[in-house]
Nanobody
Framework: QVQLVESGGGLVQAGGSLRLSCAAS??????????LGWFRQAPGKERELVAA????????SYADSVKGRFAISRDNAKNTVYLQMNSLKPEDTAVYYC??????????????????WGQGTQVTVSS
């Protein structure tokens, strides 16, 4: 079994910053084989992939709505993926989920194929 546990969410004023973390574990889980993504879902909206990083860590991808404000990174030694969120806006308010997919499941920047999910962490940005 693979477990993903997010942390770092909370309430922040517009213009502020938050850093989300997602720690992965599992007896047979080889973290470095997996592409990782951060998704978010706001009330009444579909879940969207906002940032993704390849299994090698050499490539990243961002949704247009967060480009230039968010940065995804990974630390394979700690089995952890991060999402640094700067210049937050009220429209960034959502539950944020980290997800993982094996590198054979397709390109990291495609939302399809992510099959391991965390429980989510709430991010609320006040105006």
């Amino acid at each position: 079994q693979v477990q993903l546990v997010e942390s770092g969410g909370g309430l922040v004023q517009a213009g502020g910053s938050l850093r989300l973390s997602c720690a992965a574990s599992g007896r047979t889980f080889t973290f470095s084989r997996y592409s990782l993504g951060w998704f978010r879902q706001a009330p009444g909206k579909e879940r969207e992939l906002v940032a993704a990083i390849s299994w090698s860590g050499g490539d990243t991808s961002y949704a247009d709505s967060v480009k230039g404000r968010f940065a995804i990174s990974r630390d394979n030694a700690k089995n952890t993926v991060y999402l640094q969120m700067n210049s937050l806006k009220p429209e960034d308010t959502a539950v944020y989920y980290c997800a993982a997919k094996d590198r054979v499941m397709g390109s990291y920047y495609l939302s399809m194929g992510y099959n391991y999910w965390g429980q989510g962490t709430q991010v609320t940005v006040s105006s």
